[in-house]
């Protein structure tokens, strides 16, 4: 079956840096774009970043652009998500997602959920 595994959260202070990493498994994801999308307690999920399958096309949510840069691995099946200049808002559960087609930032488009990694960023 279908497995996205996302790695790399943790506790970082403000102004620091993580790469969170998702791997996907059980099928080809050559045709598959992917997003990145968070949540904290009590509020819906939010749209973070997303990412065409050839890598070639990236999308960042206003809060998150020009600190975060989103890629593709060459097996495709990998996505990062590089995270700078971090804001203790920025603290969430980070998740990764697949949708075949075309990258979007709405969150139901997307078939494919990994079961996130909690990044804490403290003031």
């Known amino acids: 079956q279908v497995q996205l595994v996302e790695s790399g959260g943790g506790l970082v202070q403000a102004g620091g840096s993580l790469r969170l990493s998702c791997v996907a498994s059980g099928r080809t994801f050559s045709t598959y774009a992917m997003g990145w999308f968070r949540q904290t307690p009590g509020k819906e999920r939010e749209y973070v970043a997303a990412i065409s399958w050839s890598g070639e096309i990236t999308y960042y949510a206003e809060s998150v652009k020009g600190r975060f840069t989103i890629s593709r691995g060459n097996a495709k099946n990998t996505m990062f998500l590089q995270m700078n200049s971090l804001k203790p808002e920025d603290t969430a559960i980070y998740y990764c997602?697949?949708?075949?087609?075309?990258?979007?930032?709405?969150?139901?488009?997307?078939?494919?959920w990994g079961q996130g990694t909690q990044v804490t960023v403290s003031s």
């Open positions: 997602a697949a949708k075949y087609g075309n990258p979007t930032s709405l969150a139901y488009e997307y078939s494919y």
